[in-house]
């Protein structure tokens, strides 16, 4: 049976090494996620139950953050905000981050035309803003939720398929993976043993660090109405649909701003806390 093996610089209890705002990050993104698990049960009311006599109502115990301006609740779109931004965002990060690291990771491992191959292909995409490019493939595809994920997916593969192509290209003067090839292992067998979990640990935080700046990608798209349509709550949607209360009721849009500011910032800090942590204590990982 295959192992996680790790060499550690120190003690490897984890609990204690990991930084105080990693946990704190953590905390935080355990509690969006609980809040998307059960968000049909946080509030009675639709996202989209409109009632044009409570339009802009004030906070009330029926409506604890009051009401839009079409009579909306705002908590509750809020919620089921949290539930489709980090969900979309999630989904987009575990796709980038498949199809990385197994075109970079076995580019770098096989190295010689397909390496060159891959890699001509993945500067293509690099050569362009993401947003730009994002924008291309929701013109083509169209808007909508599924659409925005697959466009914004096929605009950061590239940039995690070349990390995982030039992380693969390191390893591949380790000690242990000329063993591994000496000792008859396939070049399969040698990359999920040597390769992959190295790949999975450095990804892992790039990964953690980049899911604000997917975030802002679907709320922007939203924004400008080429991503998540009404009547879906989205934060984006949210406050492309408050920017004409900016005056009458400035309020509305500091709820779905602040949602995505203080995700992001959870992220953005978890991420920093794993490159602290893995660049400290953890110097290699392989199965054993």
Partial sequence: MLKLTAIYTSSPKIHKHFPLQGKIALCGIALLLLICAFTPLLSPYQPDMIDLSKQLAPMSKEHLLGCDHLGRDIFTRLVYGAYISLGASLCIIVLVVVIGICVGGVAGALGGVWDRVIMRVCDVFLSMPTMILALFFVGVLGS????????????????????SRSLTLSLRSKEYVAISYMQGQSFWQSFRQNFLPNLCIHILVLATMDIGHIMLHIAGLSFIGLGVQPPL?????????????????????LYPGGALFITIALFSLLG???????TTHLEDVRYG
């Fill in 272 to 278: 920093e806390s794993l490159k602290r942590f893995f």
């Fill in 233 to 253: 709550a989205e934060w984006g949607l949210m406050l492309s649909e408050m920017k004409d209360s900016l005056y009458s009721a400035p309020h509305l849009l």
């Fill in 144 to 163: 909508g939720l599924w659409n925005v994920i697959i466009a914004i997916t096929l605009t950061h593969w590239a940039f995690y398929a070349r990390i």
